[in-house]
């Protein structure tokens, strides 16, 4: 497995170097090298078999960046649960599969708030408040930045924006995870279930949304935060 690795590695770099993705493939490349070299090291010394699995995790780690380099978004930053998720049984303990799909749906969220908060707060309003008919998913989002702005009482920084925004869905997942907690496990799967279906209506609604307002007025950029 650690040759096939490293033979990847090897691959990957001249294959990708006369596409977009020469950064990435070199990144991924250089990447997999090490870690294979890592592997065969532990292998020569006979390590402990926990050893191989930190390797792999932090190889995970490594691809999570490649594809961040790839495309150039944050919404790459979402496959980070993954090898953080094998990471405590690796390390530490085991953890539910819940925790799995909680985190899954909190990165959603957070990279939602993200999205939201790269328009103004009025524009966010126009769109819960519009003829969309899940626009109002949208409320409590816009209803969580004005409260924000009017403890500041001045218009709140984009990045304050998107940390208010993002209080709603860890307020979310915590929900789900206190009915996990509490015994209540189909409970706790079904909450989370209908907490991602929300979230991805409401990215749908928004996008929607600011397709109309953009439509009836300059474009995009006029309600995009200063």
């Known amino acids: 497995m650690w040759y096939a690795l490293l033979a990847f590695g090897l691959v990957v770099i001249p294959y990708l170097r006369k596409t977009p993705f020469k950064s990435a493939g070199i990144y991924i490349g250089i990447s997999s090298v090490i870690s294979a070299i890592g592997g065969l090291i532990s292998s020569g010394f006979g390590v402990d078999g926990r050893v191989y699995d930190v390797i792999w ?17 944050p919404r790459a930053l979402i496959f980070l649960i993954f090898p953080i998720y094998e990471l405590f049984p690796a390390l530490i303990f085991p953890l539910p599969f819940v925790v799995l799909f909680a985190g899954l749906t909190l990165e959603f969220g957070v990279l939602e708030a993200y999205d939201f908060s790269r328009v103004k707060i009025v524009c966010l309003m126009r769109i819960a408040r519009g003829e969309r008919r899940f626009g109002i998913l949208l409320t409590p989002f816009s209803k969580l930045g004005l409260f924000v702005a009017s403890l500041l009482d001045q218009k709140p920084s984009r990045s304050l924006t998107f940390l208010s925004y993002s209080l709603f869905p860890c307020c979310l997942i915590v929900a789900v995870l206190v009915t996990w907690a509490s015994i209540a496990q189909v409970g706790a799967y079904s909450l989370l279930a209908a907490v991602f279906v929300y979230l991805v209506i409401a990215r749908n609604e928004f996008a929607k949304g600011l397709d109309s307002l953009s439509s009836e007025s300059r474009g995009p950029s006029s309600f995009a935060v200063e």
């Not at 995790?57 to 978004?73: D, E, Q, S």
């Open 57 to 73: 995790i932090a190889y995970g780690f490594f691809l999570v960046g490649g594809v961040y380099v790839a495309f150039r978004t």
